[in-house]
């Protein structure tokens, strides 16, 4: 396993789709911090939560280097060498998980120092209670987390990198907007409660509990959620399901 992980990493770090996602990463949020620093003077206080905004882009960052980072495996061959070298099939598919996974944390804690470069010189610094910011921050990575296990999933069932990363971003885009959805439905109705509670009404309850990108809206917009334990349940559940999953067809792949 080891041995697995210190190639993984060196591959990861070395995939152009990966650093240009960390640098999209990087300027995006500086970007947001900005223009929150131009809108808030210096007196108005500190711009707490900014950091958090590179979360609105991050599946889709996911989308593209996860699926180019694992699809890269069976392009190259390097994968058959990987079994023929004996290393068993759930150890090859946790390592990718791993490495996947803390590509993601590099990408939530770029997002984090780049937007403190901005925010902390120009309105000071942030002060948030540390025990929120960090639920805050386990309820993001989790979330990301989920974007990351589907992924993978997608990109060891499509050999083609073309076709993984195409599915993966079409998936991570129909996510992304529902989540959104869900989360203008749940904030609307917490405003103006309706007289009377539709079905679809209560889905988009259960998907603001579920998907990963109205989780993160729900942190970027009221810091800790009122449904934290929820999210994370749904979000550790989801990781579970999806891993296992990936593992079982990973194990009974014929892998070419």
């Given at each position: 396993?080891?041995?697995?992980?210190?190639?993984?990493?060196?591959?990861?770090?070395?995939?152009?789709?990966?650093?240009?996602?960390?640098?999209?990463?990087?300027?995006?949020?500086?970007?947001?911090?900005?223009?929150?620093?131009?809108?808030?003077?210096?007196?108005?206080?500190?711009?707490?939560?900014?950091?958090?905004?590179?979360?609105?882009?991050?599946?889709?960052?996911?989308?593209?280097?996860?699926?180019?980072?694992?699809?890269?495996?069976?392009?190259e061959?390097?994968?058959?060498?990987?079994?023929?070298?004996?290393?068993?099939?759930?150890?090859?598919?946790?390592?990718?998980?791993?490495?996947?996974?803390?590509?993601?944390?590099?990408?939530?804690?770029?997002?984090?120092?780049?937007?403190?470069?901005?925010?902390?010189p120009?309105?000071?610094?942030?002060?948030?209670?540390?025990?929120?910011?960090?639920?805050?921050?386990?309820?993001?990575f989790?979330?990301?987390?989920?974007?990351?296990?589907?992924?993978?999933?997608?990109?060891?069932?499509?050999?083609?990198?073309?076709?993984?990363?195409?599915?993966?971003?079409?998936?991570?885009?129909?996510?992304?907007?529902?989540?959104?959805?869900a989360?203008?439905?749940?904030?609307?109705?917490?405003?103006?409660?309706?007289?009377?509670?539709?079905?679809?009404?209560?889905?988009?309850?259960?998907?603001?509990?579920?998907?990963p990108?109205?989780?993160?809206?729900?942190?970027?917009?009221?810091?800790?959620?009122?449904?934290?334990?929820?999210m994370?349940?749904?979000?550790?559940?989801?990781?579970?399901?999806?891993?296992?999953?990936?593992?079982?067809?990973?194990?009974?792949?014929?892998?070419?």
């Amino acid at each position: 396993m080891i041995n697995l992980l210190r190639v993984g990493y060196s591959k990861l770090f070395k995939n152009l789709a990966y650093r240009i996602s960390l640098l999209l990463m990087a300027f995006l949020t500086m970007f947001f911090a900005a223009v929150a620093a131009v809108r808030n003077p210096a007196d108005s206080g500190p711009l707490n939560g900014v950091y958090n905004t590179g979360m609105m882009f991050i599946g889709l960052m996911i989308g593209a280097f996860v699926s180019i980072y694992i699809s890269q495996d069976y392009t190259e061959k390097t994968i058959n060498n990987k079994i023929m070298a004996g290393y068993s099939r759930v150890a090859i598919y946790l390592a990718d998980l791993i490495v996947a996974l803390s590509g993601t944390l590099v990408m939530q804690l770029m997002s984090i120092v780049a937007a403190s470069l901005i925010a902390i010189p120009a309105c000071g610094m942030y002060n948030d209670p540390i025990g929120e910011v960090f639920r805050t921050q386990i309820l993001l990575f989790l979330a990301t987390a989920v974007y990351t296990v589907i992924v993978l999933f997608i990109s060891t069932v499509i050999n083609s990198k073309s076709y993984a990363v195409a599915v993966s971003l079409i998936i991570v885009m129909i996510m992304l907007m529902t989540g959104i959805g869900a989360f203008d439905s749940v904030t609307r109705k917490g405003d103006n409660p309706p007289t009377e509670v539709t079905t679809m009404d209560k889905v988009f309850d259960v998907l603001y509990l579920v998907l990963p990108q109205s989780q993160m809206y729900s942190v970027m917009n009221e810091g800790i959620p009122e449904d934290i334990g929820v999210m994370a349940g749904c979000d550790a559940a989801a990781l579970t399901v999806m891993t296992a999953l990936g593992i079982m067809v990973f194990k009974r792949k014929d892998i070419k």
